[in-house]
Structure formats: C-alpha cells, structure tokens
C-alpha cells in the first residue's frame, strides 16, 4: 500500500465515483451497512467472477453450489453455531455502549472512561421467523457461513457428481453476523458475501493439501495486481483456534488501518461431517474405491471475503501523482477487476463527431463493459476514467472522420497510439489480456 493511501480517500473516491455509498442514506444510514453503485456492483461481480474462474471453472476437481441462506435450525446446532459462536461482551455503565471485551485493553470504556459490566457471551447470528405467525413459527437463523449449506449437500453432490476425492465445492453467497464492533469502511460489516470452498480430502493428506491451499490462495491475490510485500501470512495460535479448526493461516493483508484478515484458509478436520452424521442419523462417510477403505472425509476451507477483497483491491491499486503539472488519482486495478473495460470519448460534443463515436461505442459494447462520455473537457473526462480505473480510452476527433482511425490512451503508461477502427476490437482484447500497449506490436509501428 502506497503510504499516502488512507481509509478517508479510499472512502471518497468510492462516494464521487459511484462504487459504494452508505446504506439508506437518505435517512441517515444504516450502521455498517453499505450499496454498491454503478462502478462497485462492476468491480465486485468482476472480483468474484475472477474467483469462480480459478477455483471452479479451471478445475476438474472442484464444483460449485448455491444453497438457500435460511437453513433447518438442527444444522446450526449440530455444526456449534448455537452454543460456540459468540463473542463477550461487556456494556458501559455510564454511556451505555457495548464492546468486545476481548477487544477492551483497560477494563474502562473506551469511549468514556466509564466502568464496564461483566463480560457475557453474545451470540453474533441473526434469529427470525419463518412462518406467519410468530408464537408458531419456527425459529431460523440467517447462515453466519456459507459453509454449512455445502456440508450438508455432501452426499448429494458426491453422488451426482460421479466424482472421486479430493473434491471440492465451491459456493459465493451472503452471510450475515451481528458483530458487536464492525467498522472500517466495507471491511467487518453485519452483511457480507463470501466465497468459501471445501476441498473434502482422505484423513492423512490434510496438511499437505492445507499447505497448497496457503499457496493456491496467495498466488491468486497477486495474479490479479496485488502488492507481494502488502501480504503476509499468519498461523493461528492454538488458543485462537475456532472451535471446528485443526489448524488455520489468515491471509493477511496491509489495510490503512493495519494487518488484517483478507482470508481465513482452515483445516476443519472430520468436524462438521461427523457432527451432522451423528444429529441427523445420515451416514456421511465415504467409500474409496481405490484405496477400498471407507472414512469421513477432512475438510480443507479457504474462506475469503468479497466485499474485503474489493477493498483490498481498491487501496493497492489507489495511486496520486502529478502529471504536467496537475494532480491525478489512479487506480491500476487488473484489467480484468476494471469496472470499465473501455470508454468511447469524443474530442467533443460537436454534431460531426457524434455518430462516428456513437459508432465505435456500440461495436464495442457487446465485447466489453464500456463507457461513452461526451461532457466537459477531454482531460476531466481522462481523469475520471482514471478514477475509476477504465485501462483504455478511444478517441474519436476530427482526424477520424477522415481516415478513419482512432487514438486509444493508456491508462498507466498515458501512451497514446492510433489504429484503424477494424483492428479496434481485436486489438483492445489482446491488450486487455496481457499484450504489452507499446513497443514492437503491429499498431504501435503503424505510421500515424
Ligand atoms: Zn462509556
């Protein structure tokens, strides 16, 4: 993370270009709560899609899931949720505030010195109704993981599968806990989205496979930009073990407020499968064929969070530097995260120009996410694509009405090259997965 990158700017620039307002805002907001505009819903779907890609699409040995949010109560008391997922909490005698307590360094209020009641277990998933009538409703719990919707479609996946282990499934879906403490911007919020895969492997081969994991899921972080030096990994120490967990490393990553979890990978050893075995009376253990045993399956999980890996992309492609002369925020986020792949701008609003960039707009629009503009000047027109990361810009201007070529721009180089428009489509998608803007390539030489 560049050391001018703070939460304050990063939260601008989210508000001034359309990635992520408050909730409800105009009544005052929803603590902890925040709405994903026209650039944030883009750069999410493109994060999650770029996870879905790596670990389901290019993989033979891992499928994906989607199962309801609301789930049988039994699951969340087989899988410990009822009585272990909780955290202290202590009120203030005095304002009345209420904290972790494993979070309070002096035994005093940190907002106002006062004294602090004793510490009590809160239990952070939301309960609700499920039924017309409260008295008779059944009590249900909006999933705190997506995890569990996965184990207990274990055998069902299995079997119409026709897959062998190692096998994992894979889910992307919101979660919600009622953290006591959220805060930071989108980085602990009481609603999120994960994505969470469970690589169901033989009892025995767990470590290594959580050792791959640790590396698979690192790698992933800086295919897609992120900063080698800006994570790190720490192992859990055996007190900070969840009550699941045989051993587990966070995925740490450099936010302005410091080290923090981007992604949980846990081994969580035969737990749930043997838990939801033993309440529901179903056996799921499985049988290998090859090795002719029979056992309950270890787990290997690598838990990320969406809306925290948007926000770690946000502040490590967030750049300012001064060029001629005048300030510019960027962000160098991965082509392939950009909320805009291309924007279509006209030197200027003039009739004669429209037409041919309307043009140009519309043959690029089915191959990519692009963006058309014709307000205000064409420099503030390049810095808001800037802000908002677009790695290329076409221009159309008078010259093009005459030989019909255009002038793309660079986002982090600013070169500016100019080809023939029928090489416009074909050209910006070998750039956009990879081929290098200048240099020796066909259009780079092309004589102007
Ligand atoms: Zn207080």
């Not at 994991?213 to 080698?228: A, C, E, F, H, N």
């Not at 949980?264 to 737990?271: E, K």
Request: aromatic fraction near 10%.
């Amino acid at each position: 993370m560049p050391a001018d990158v703070t939460m304050d700017k990063i939260v601008s620039l989210c508000k001034r270009r359309g990635f992520i307002f408050p909730s409800s805002e105009i009544y005052g907001g929803l603590g902890s709560c925040w709405d994903y505009g026209p650039m944030g819903v883009e750069l999410k779907r493109n994060v999650k899609n770029a996870w879905w890609r790596t670990i389901v699409q290019e993989r033979d040995d891992v499928v994906g899931i989607d199962t309801s949010i609301m789930m049988h109560p039994a699951v969340w008391k087989a899988s410990g949720h009822v009585d272990s997922f909780t955290d202290p909490l202590v009120e203030c005698k005095s304002c009345h505030l209420r904290w972790r307590a494993d979070e309070i360094e002096n035994q005093k209020c940190p907002q106002c010195g006062g004294d602090l009641t004793e510490p009590r277990m809160f239990n952070l998933m939301f309960r609700t109704f499920m039924g017309p009538l409260e008295e008779t409703a059944s009590t249900v719990y909006l999933r705190p993981e997506t995890a569990q919707g996965i184990f207990v479609n274990f055998e069902n996946v299995v079997t119409t599968s026709r897959k062998k282990l190692p096998l994992g499934i894979a889910q992307i879906g919101k979660s919600f806990r009622n953290e006591i403490t959220p805060g930071n911007f989108i980085f602990r919020t009481r609603e999120f989205e994960h994505m969470e895969l469970e690589y169901f492997v033989k009892p025995g081969t767990d470590d290594g496979w959580l050792d791959y994991w640790v590396k698979q899921r690192l790698d992933w972080y800086m295919s897609l930009g992120i900063t080698k030096e800006n994570l790190r990994l720490r192992q859990h120490g055996k007190d900070e073990l969840a009550h699941y967990a045989k051993d587990c490393y966070d995925v740490e990553y450099l936010f302005p407020m410091g080290w923090s979890e981007l992604e949980g990978i846990a081994n969580r050893s035969d737990y749930d499968l043997t838990q939801h075995a033993k309440h529901s009376g179903k056996d799921l253990s499985y049988y290998d064929g090859q090795d002719g045993e029979r056992y309950v399956p270890y787990v290997i999980e690598p838990s990320a969070g969406v809306d925290r890996s948007v926000l770690a992309f946000l502040v490590d492609s967030y750049h300012e530097e001064v060029v001629e002369g005048g300030n510019r925020v960027v962000l160098r986020l991965h082509p392939s995260l950009a909320p805009m792949k291309v924007a279509v701008l006209p030197l200027s609003r003039n009739e004669r120009l429209s037409p041919l960039a309307r043009d140009v707009y519309r043959r690029l629009c089915s191959s990519f996410m692009a963006d058309y503009d014709d307000s205000q000047s064409i420099g503030r027109r390049y810095r808001r694509q800037d802000e908002i990361g677009t790695p290329f810009c076409v221009t159309v201007d008078f010259e093009s009405l005459q030989d019909n070529q255009v002038t793309i721009r660079e986002r982090d180089s600013l070169a500016q090259i100019r080809l023939p428009l029928e090489e416009l489509d074909e050209a910006l998608r070998a750039k956009l997965s990879g081929e290098a803007f200048d240099a020796t390539t066909l259009w780079a030489t092309r004589e102007k």
